[in-house]
């Protein structure tokens, strides 16, 4: 059964930074499709990076420039470097595997404030 960790979020001001790591136990990252989801208060879960096995990346418009998602598959572990932050940046983030839809872990929540 896969259960899935994140964590590194925080607060901080716009123009800040945050990393945030997310590991999975009970199966491999490295032949799985990875994803960041947040989700803001009173808005529906969305997919803001996604990285594929091969190290291929996407992002969402709203973040294009100044996220960055990374794996690292000898630590089955993925990231998400937050540059640039804006208050709409703020909502709880989530990882999951994008084609299989494990189940969420908690999340780690995100503040920015202005």
């Known amino acids: 059964q896969v259960q899935l960790v994140e964590s590194g979020g925080g607060w901080v001001q716009a123009g800040g930074s945050l990393r945030l790591s997310c590991a999975a136990s009970?199966?491999?990252?490295?032949?799985?499709?990875m994803g960041w989801y947040r989700q803001a208060p009173g808005k529906q879960r969305e997919l803001v990076a996604a990285?594929?096995?091969?190290?291929?990346?996407d992002y969402a418009n709203s973040v294009k420039g100044r996220f960055t998602i990374s794996r690292d598959d000898a630590e089955n572990a993925v990231y998400l470097q937050m540059n640039s932050l804006k208050p709409e940046d703020t909502g709880v983030y989530y990882c999951?595997?994008?084609?299989?839809?494990?189940?969420w872990g908690q999340g780690t929540q995100v503040t920015v404030s202005s």
């Open positions: 009970g199966s491999i990252f490295s032949i799985n499709t």
């Open positions: 990285i594929a096995s091969g190290g291929g990346t």
């Open positions: 999951n595997n994008i084609l299989r839809g494990w189940p």
